[in-house]
Protein backbone atom coordinates (compact mmCIF):
# COMPACT_ATOMS: atom_id res chain seq x y z
CA UNK A 1 0.00 0.00 0.00
CA UNK A 2 0.99 3.62 -1.06
CA UNK A 3 1.68 5.99 1.71
CA UNK A 4 -0.99 8.59 0.20
CA UNK A 5 -3.70 5.60 0.02
CA UNK A 6 -2.50 5.47 3.82
CA UNK A 7 -3.10 8.61 4.67
CA UNK A 8 -6.55 9.32 2.78
CA UNK A 9 -7.24 6.08 4.72
CA UNK A 10 -6.27 7.53 8.09
CA UNK A 11 -8.28 10.64 7.03
CA UNK A 12 -11.65 8.89 6.07
CA UNK A 13 -10.88 6.90 9.33
CA UNK A 14 -10.83 10.02 11.42
CA UNK A 15 -13.45 11.47 9.57
CA UNK A 16 -15.91 8.38 10.17
CA UNK A 17 -14.87 8.80 14.31
CA UNK A 18 -15.68 12.69 14.45
CA UNK A 19 -18.95 11.84 12.95
CA UNK A 20 -19.53 8.92 15.54
CA UNK A 21 -17.94 10.80 18.40
CA UNK A 22 -18.98 14.62 17.21
CA UNK A 23 -22.63 14.29 18.34
CA UNK A 24 -21.80 12.92 21.75
CA UNK A 25 -19.21 15.80 22.71
CA UNK A 26 -21.65 18.04 21.75
CA UNK A 27 -24.10 17.77 24.16
CA UNK A 28 -22.28 18.25 27.68
CA UNK A 29 -24.28 21.08 28.62
CA UNK A 30 -27.98 19.17 28.06
CA UNK A 31 -26.18 15.79 29.68
CA UNK A 32 -25.75 18.32 32.38
CA UNK A 33 -29.23 19.58 32.21
CA UNK A 34 -30.60 15.78 32.14
CA UNK A 35 -28.31 14.87 35.58
CA UNK A 36 -29.92 17.51 37.67
CA UNK A 37 -33.47 16.85 36.96
CA UNK A 38 -32.53 12.39 36.40
CA UNK A 39 -29.66 11.76 37.96
CA UNK A 40 -29.38 13.84 41.09
CA UNK A 41 -31.88 11.87 42.18
CA UNK A 42 -29.83 9.23 43.60
CA UNK A 43 -27.66 11.66 45.75
CA UNK A 44 -27.70 10.50 49.12
CA UNK A 45 -29.01 13.35 51.80
CA UNK A 46 -29.08 13.20 55.23
CA UNK A 47 -31.94 13.13 57.55
CA UNK A 48 -31.58 15.78 60.01
CA UNK A 49 -33.45 13.82 62.75
CA UNK A 50 -32.56 10.08 62.67
CA UNK A 51 -28.99 10.66 60.44
CA UNK A 52 -30.01 8.35 57.93
CA UNK A 53 -28.70 8.49 54.71
CA UNK A 54 -31.78 8.87 52.04
CA UNK A 55 -31.96 9.03 48.46
CA UNK A 56 -33.01 12.65 46.98
CA UNK A 57 -35.72 11.25 44.74
CA UNK A 58 -37.32 9.23 47.65
CA UNK A 59 -36.61 11.38 50.45
CA UNK A 60 -39.44 13.71 51.95
CA UNK A 61 -38.50 17.22 51.13
CA UNK A 62 -39.24 20.18 53.49
CA UNK A 63 -38.32 23.70 52.66
CA UNK A 64 -37.43 25.52 56.18
CA UNK A 65 -36.65 29.01 56.55
CA UNK A 66 -34.70 28.67 52.66
CA UNK A 67 -33.28 25.55 53.08
CA UNK A 68 -34.45 22.65 51.83
CA UNK A 69 -34.35 19.41 54.10
CA UNK A 70 -34.76 15.50 53.16
CA UNK A 71 -36.48 13.21 55.85
CA UNK A 72 -36.46 9.40 55.20
CA UNK A 73 -40.33 9.36 56.53
CA UNK A 74 -43.15 11.82 57.41
CA UNK A 75 -42.50 11.11 61.30
CA UNK A 76 -38.99 12.62 61.06
CA UNK A 77 -40.07 15.36 58.55
CA UNK A 78 -42.73 16.14 61.37
CA UNK A 79 -40.22 15.76 64.68
CA UNK A 80 -38.17 17.97 62.67
CA UNK A 81 -40.98 20.65 62.42
CA UNK A 82 -42.67 20.29 65.60
CA UNK A 83 -38.65 20.68 66.96
CA UNK A 84 -37.87 23.99 64.74
CA UNK A 85 -40.94 25.77 66.39
CA UNK A 86 -43.48 24.38 63.34
CA UNK A 87 -43.53 25.72 59.72
CA UNK A 88 -42.48 28.78 58.94
ZN1 LIG B 1 -35.47 9.70 59.52
Redesign the pocket.
Known amino acids: MSPVRLFILAVLFYIAWRLFNGPRNKKPKSRHDQSKSSEVKDILME?P??H?LVPKGQAIRLRHKGKTYY???EK?CDTFTRESGGQE
Open positions: DVCTFCSC
